[in-house]
């Protein structure tokens, strides 16, 4: 019997932040994560994700494409 060693693959998990004096809103990987939390004086905290998900809904925003054109001046040559 053959046993096959597989590589473990670690995937990187996504936690959600929100800064308590500006409140920006970041989607970060675990370790990056910790590392803001663990420092107080960043004022980061966890939030849900669907905190994240409502933010980024409200920013979606249609943008209207507006063209600029000049009328042409047409150039009558007299005979």
């Not at 920013?59 to 507006?66: A, D, Q």
């Amino acid at each position: 019997m053959l046993i096959k060693k597989l590589k473990r693959t670690k995937i990187n998990n996504m936690k959600t932040l929100r800064n308590i004096v500006t409140g920006e809103l970041k989607r970060v990987n675990d370790k990056e994560a910790e590392k803001l939390v663990r420092q107080k004086f960043l004022n980061w905290m966890y939030t849900s994700k669907e905190t994240w998900k409502k933010e980024n809904s409200k920013k979606k925003v249609v943008v209207e494409e507006t063209t600029s054109e000049t009328p042409k001046k047409s150039t009558k040559k007299g005979k």
